[in-house]
C-alpha cells in the first residue's frame, strides 16, 4: 500500500515557550485510508495537519520528516512545496466563512485555481467547477457561481470549500474540524459527502477532530493527540473497545453517547496542558487518575505496542488487566 | 439610489451655499470701507457704491439673487479684481487642476506603493518614513524643499507657475512634493495596516495551501481585499487637496486658486471667497459621492445592506 503522507519524529518549536509545539510526532495515512487525528483545542493537531502542505508556524525550528506523495516538505524549496500543494494534498478549513474570499464570487474562486495553476481555459474551468459544485451536492450550480459567499449558509460555503480542495484532483484530504462551526444536521451532510468522496475518488481522508466518538466512527484508524504529542494510535474498533491510554478513556468518557441511556460523565478534571508548561515525564500526568508520583513525571513514555494499539503511557500494561477486571472504563 | 444620492447631493450644496452667504455676511468688517479704500467718498457717494454691488438690499433677497445668479454660471463680480468671479477663477484654475491632479498621483502611486512596500517587507523603515511624514506640515515642507532641490540642487524652480506643460509640469513637482507629504504617509499608513490585517487572514492561507503563487495570492486576494478603506481614506483627503493648495500655492507663488483665496480673505472680496469656498464643498460632496459608490465594488458585502 502507498503511504499519502508519512510524518516521522516531527517536532515543532518555538523560542519564548515552555514545551514544543509538536514533540516527536509519527503519523501515517495510506492510500484510500481515513485517519482521525483527534485531540483538545491547543493539542497541536491543526499544526499537525497544515505540516503536510509545508505550512509551518512563523519563525518555527523544525525537525524530522514529513514525506508527502513521495516529497519531502520539510525545508522544501517553493517548487516541491507548489507540487504538493497543486496535485497531491488539499485541505478542508474549520469556517467556510473566513475561509472563503468575501469579495469575490464563487465562481472565481472555483476557477482561479483551475485557470492558473492548472492551466485550464475559461470554458474549461467553468464546466468543472459547475461539475465539483454538483459532486458535493448544491443545488443550483450556474446560480451559485455568480453568487457571493455572503449569500450562502455556513454548510453550503463548506460544500463549496470541499469543491474548492477537490480542485487540485488531491489523493489526501487534510480535513481540519470540517463541522465544527455547523449545526448538527449540516455537519451530517458534510461527513457524508466527504465519506461518499473518498470511496469514489480513493481519496486518503486525515481527520481532524476534537470528537473521538465521531473520529471513530467513520474512519479507520484514530491518533489520540496530546500537549503535542501522539499519546495513543489504533484501529478504530481496537480504540472504542480497549481504550488503552488513560487519556483516551477519558476522551469517550467525557463525549454523550448517540445512542442509549446516558451514563454518569466523568469529564477529564483540569486543563490541557498550555504551550508555556514546562513538560517533564508524562504529559498527561497532571490530569491522570492512575499518576504514579515518582515514575510518571520522571520518566517520559514512548509508543509501545500493546494488542492492536499503540500506547505512550508507562502504566499501559498494567492498567489494561485492571480494566479488564472492571469491564472496561 | 442613484436619485437619492443625486438629491442629496444637491441638498448638501444649497444648505453649504447658505452658511457660505451668511457666514461671510456676519463677518466683521465692511467691503464698502476696503473698495473706497483711502478716499474719503460723500454720503451720496457711499449709497451709490452700496447700490451698485447691491449691500442695500435686505440679506434674503441678496442671497436669492446670488443664487439664482450662481445657477445661471453668474458668481458676481470681483470687487478687488473688477473683473466676474467666473473668469477670475477660471483663469487660475487650470494650474490648480494640474497641482491637484500631479498630487493625487503622487498620493496614489507613493501612498499605496510604500505601504505595499512596508506590509511585504519586515524592517521598520517605513514605519519611521510615514511617522516623520504624517508630522511635516506642508509649510514647512515648502521650505526645506525649495532650500534644498530648488536653491542649493538647482533641480527644481522655486518658483512661479511656468509656461507650456512640461514646463509647468516642472514647476509643479516641488509644490506637489510639499503639499502631499502628509497625505502620502497618511495612505501609506492605512494601505499598510489594511494589507496587514488582510494578510492574516484565514481565506489567504487557504489560497495559500491551494499553491497559488505568492504574487498572485498578494494581488487578487491581499491587495484587492485591502482597497476599501485605502479608497475611502484616499478620497477624503483628495478632495482636501484643494484647500492645502492655498499654503502651498503662496509658498511657492504660484497663480492658483489657492492663493487666489488667500488675497481674496485679505481684501475682503467676498464674491470670490464664496465662489471658492463653494467650490472646495462641491469638490468635496462629488469626490465622497463617487467613493460612495464605488465602494460596493470592492466589496460586495455593502450592495446587500
Ligand atoms: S504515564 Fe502515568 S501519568 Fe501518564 S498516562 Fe500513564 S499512568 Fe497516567
Same mark, same amino acid.
Given at each position: ?31 484510500? !485510508?481515513?485517519? *482521525? ?87 474549461? &474551468? ?36 470541499? *469543491? ?90 467525557? &463525549? ?19 504551550? *508555556? ?11 491522570? &487518575? ?13 509508543? !509501545? ?6 500506547? *505512550? ?17 | ?188 499608513? %492605512? ?81 470670490? %471667497? ?32
Amino acid at each position: 500500500m502507498n503511504t499519502l503522507l508519512d510524518i516521522k519524529g516531527l517536532t515543532v518549536a518555538m523560542a519564548g515557550l515552555g514545551r514544543p509545539i509538536l514533540d516527536e510526532v509519527s503519523l501515517a495515512v495510506h492510500d484510500g !485510508e481515513a485517519v *482521525a487525528l483527534v485531540g483538545e483545542s491547543g493539542s497541536g493537531k491543526s499544526v499537525t495537519a497544515r505540516t503536510a502542505l509545508g505550512l509551518f508556524p512563523g519563525g518555527a525550528t523544525v525537525s524530522g520528516s514529513v514525506v508527502v506523495g513521495g516529497t519531502e516538505v520539510v525545508a522544501a524549496g517553493p517548487g516541491d512545496l507548489r507540487r504538493v500543494r497543486t496535485s497531491v494534498a488539499s485541505m478542508i478549513f474549520q469556517d467556510p466563512r473566513a475561509g472563503v474570499n468575501p469579495v469575490r464570487r464563487i465562481g472565481d474562486f472555483l476557477t482561479e485555481p483551475l485557470r492558473r495553476i492548472q492551466g485550464r481555459s475559461k470554458a474549461e &474551468a467553468t464546466a468543472q467547477a459547475l461539475e465539483l459544485l454538483g459532486a458535493v451536492g448544491m443545488p443550483d450550480p450556474p446560480r451559485h457561481l455568480r453568487q457571493f459567499p455572503h449569500e450562502l449558509s455556513g454548510g453550503m460555503l463548506q460544500r463549496v470549500m470541499i *469543491a474548492y480542495a477537490l480542485t487540485a484532483d488531491p489523493r489526501l484530504l487534510l480535513c481540519d474540524e470540517p463541522t465544527t462551526a455547523l449545526d448538527v444536521t449540516t455537519q451530517a451532510e458534510i461527513m457524508a459527502i466527504l465519506g461518499r468522496l473518498r470511496r469514489d475518488r480513493g481519496l486518503g481522508i486525515l481527520l481532524i477532530t476534537h470528537d473521538l466518538d465521531l473520529a471513530a466512527s467513520v474512519c479507520d484508524r484514530v491518533y489520540v493527540m496530546y500537549a503535542g504529542r501522539i499519546m495513543e494510535a489504533a484501529p478504530s474498533a481496537a480504540l472504542t473497545s480497549v481504550p488503552r491510554h488513560p487519556y483516551t478513556r477519558g476522551l469517550l468518557g467525557s &463525549a454523550p453517547p448517540l445512542t442509549g441511556p446516558m451514563p454518569r460523565l466523568a469529564p477529564i478534571p483540569g486543563a490541557p496542558l498550555g504551550l *508555556a508548561e514546562a513538560v517533564s515525564g508524562c504529559p498527561f500526568a497532571a490530569r491522570c &487518575a492512575h499518576v504514579v508520583p515518582g515514575l510518571c513525571d520522571a520518566t517520559t513514555p514512548t509508543l !509501545e505496542r500493546h494488542g492492536d494499539s499503540q500506547v *505512550a503511557c508507562l502504566r499501559a500494561a498494567e492498567l489494561i488487566d485492571e480494566t479488564q477486571g472492571e469491564g472496561l472504563r | 439610489m442613484w436619485l437619492r444620492r443625486v438629491g442629496a447631493m444637491a441638498l448638501t450644496l444649497l444648505v453649504t451655499s447658505f452658511l457660505v452667504f451668511s457666514s461671510l455676511y456676519l463677518a466683521p468688517g465692511d467691503p464698502v470701507a476696503f473698495l473706497v479704500k483711502g478716499r474719503s467718498p460723500s454720503p451720496d457717494q457711499l449709497a451709490a457704491i452700496r447700490h451698485e454691488y447691491g449691500f442695500d438690499k435686505p440679506f434674503p433677497v441678496r442671497y436669492w439673487d446670488w443664487l439664482t445668479g450662481m445657477l445661471h454660471g453668474d458668481f458676481g463680480q470681483s470687487y478687488q479684481l473688477h473683473a466676474s468671479v467666473a473668469s477670475v477663477i477660471g483663469s487660475r484654475l487650470p494650474s490648480t487642476l494640474l497641482l491637484v491632479g500631479l498630487s493625487t498621483v503622487l498620493i496614489v502611486v507613493f501612498g499605496v506603493g510604500l505601504g505595499i512596500f512596508g506590509a511585504l517587507r519586515k524592517g521598520k523603515g517605513v514605519v519611521v518614513l510615514v511617522t516623520v511624514g504624517a508630522a511635516v506640515p506642508s509649510f514647512t515642507a515648502a521650505i526645506v524643499l525649495r532650500s534644498v532641490f530648488g536653491v542649493r540642487l538647482g533641480w527644481f524652480p522655486t518658483v512661479g507657475t511656468g509656461s507650456g506643460f512640461g514646463d509647468e509640469l516642472h514647476h509643479m513637482v516641488l509644490p506637489a512634493v510639499a503639499l502631499t507629504i502628509t497625505f502620502m504617509a497618511l495612505v501609506t499608513r %492605512v494601505t499598510r495596516a489594511s494589507m496587514l490585517e488582510e494578510l492574516g487572514r484565514e481565506h489567504v492561507e487557504v489560497v495559500t495551501s491551494r499553491g497559488l503563487s505568492r504574487s498572485t495570492v498578494i494581488r487578487r486576494h491581499v491587495l484587492r481585499n485591502a482597497l476599501g478603506p485605502v479608497v475611502t481614506v484616499s478620497g477624503l483627503l483628495i478632495s482636501g487637496l484643494l484647500v492645502s493648495t492655498a499654503i502651498v500655492e503662496s509658498a511657492f507663488g504660484m497663480n492658483g486658486v489657492g492663493s487666489l483665496l488667500v488675497t481674496s480673505v485679505d481684501h475682503m472680496d467676498f464674491p470670490v %471667497v464664496q465662489a471658492i469656498v463653494l467650490l472646495v464643498v462641491a469638490t468635496f460632496v462629488v469626490v465622497n459621492t463617487v467613493v460612495d459608490l464605488v465602494y460596493p465594488l470592492i466589496d460586495p458585502r455593502v450592495r446587500a445592506a
